[in-house]
């Protein structure tokens, strides 16, 4: 599956690193998405890209800076991460025609902090 | 806030038996009703949708019905198969406007024994 695509797909990082999480869709969409995945919790929604304007973030810590440049790249800049942040991180895309929005998402990248 | 609450958290079936996963929203306004199937170590899939003007929709062996009244809705999944083993999300949108933001359900692990 080529839609949506992620790197890295594992990331291991000790809390004074600075990394970034990429994401790539070639489905056309303009709205994108980064979601956090915890063991035995629902998938958290952390930001939503429409026409590569921000246009939610849900109360998230500043050591995630997520940046889209254009409607088919997003990142996720990571930095000063702690433990818990330890989770599968997805992406997703859709297209924002308001009447109702399939998301398709990424593989995700599996992140560990140490 | 806005919430979707998911039942059950875990359900194992025999082959060949039905499975019926349900869940209640609270946002009256939702209109667009997701369901999505993770496999383990997958990006979550979308498998089937519904949205507000209609009550049922199926697909093959997968339906899902919604009440709008009481606010939930149920997806349901007959001739079980050991490929259906996965995790389910349901989720809710109001599916307006450019951004369709999805909350999720807690998520269902199905398990489908031979």
Known sequence: ETGVTQTPRHLVMGMTNKKSLKCEQHLGHNAMYWYKQSAKKPLELMFVYSLEERVENNSVPSRFSPECPNSSHLFLHLHTLQPEDSALYLCASSNGQGNGETQYFGPGTRLLVL | ?114
Request: aromatic letters at 8%.
């Open chain 2, 1 to 114: 806030g806005e919430n979707v609450e998911q039942h059950p958290s875990t359900l194992s079936v025999q082959e060949g038996d039905s499975a019926v996963i349900k869940c209640t929203y609270s946002d009256s306004a939702s209109n667009y009703f997701p369901w999505y199937k993770q496999e383990l170590g997958k990006r979550p899939q979308l498998i089937i949708d519904i949205r507000s003007n209609v009550g049922e929709k199926k697909d093959q062996r997968i339906a899902v019905t919604l009440n709008k009244t009481a606010k939930h809705f149920s997806l349901h999944i007959t001739e079980t198969q050991p490929e259906d083993s996965a995790v389910y999300f349901c989720a809710a949108s109001r599916g307006s406007g450019n951004t369709g933001k999805l909350i999720f359900g807690q998520g269902t692990t199905l398990q489908v024994k031979p």
